[in-house]
């Protein structure tokens, strides 16, 4: 009689082949923000016409000779609409509410590890309401070409992917209680992109949702629109998605936060020339 196969023995009988790699440690840095998702949330999509903004931003490029991310025009829209509405900075702990005073954003960068592995890294933009346009375009850019090893938040999210799993399990549960922890490691507002350079088919996602308000911007993708005058116009515009902990904000708050956010993003107020001189000082400072 012909011996049972162990398991990995009996992969290798599959057809087709396939390829077996390492479990990445910074993996589980994911799995625990998973954990972490609030088990109240409410999800919205919404619209937001950016034509004129990344017209505006292109135009800004141009003279600036320098690459402005969306994603750095979407922080600053973001933390100005969480500071004017300081429900979304809101958490409860215990029989307190906890609302901060700065919109601490948390997002992902791609950063290059160990081994040559790709993975979404996180970042926080810290008082990002209080930073103009340049200073968070710069920030994000110095964090994506340095070393962020010696920055504390990356220090703790490091030891955190290599402790065992019931440790990570137990971060992930008192994270969630201890909004001081959460803001500490990840910030206290999320956003996240689904953009790819040449995906322009509508596409919006409903994150998961570790803080009171995280938003997903989706693709932008063109549209043929009436103009002013009735005649049809193309215009581009973006799908935005979000999650809201609706045991501390309620739908009013949720609709006149993402009324206020998709006009900023809708606006060119922030995009201005003044960009161009506080690029050059901050680079020639060379300090995020």
Known sequence: MRAKLSQR????????GFTETEWPVMRNLVETVLRQHRPHTVYGIAEADVTDSLAALAALQRKARIAIPFNAFAIHCLARGAAEFPETLTYRRGKRLITFHDANVGTLIEKQFAGGIRLPASHTVRAAQSKSLAEITFELRHAIR???SHVEAVILRRRLARMPTLVRRYTAWRMGRDPFMLNRYHGNIGMT?????GFRTPLVALPPNISTATVALGTIAPRVMLDKSGQPTERK???????FDHLIIDGMSISRFSHRVVQLLESTEAITDSFIDEMRILTERGVA
């Open 146 to 148: 340095t070393d962020q």
């Open 237 to 243: 515009i973006i799908s935005i998605g979000a999650g």
């Open 193 to 197: 992109t689904l953009q790819s350079p």
């Open 9 to 16: 023995e009996s992969y290798v009988t599959e057809p087709g």
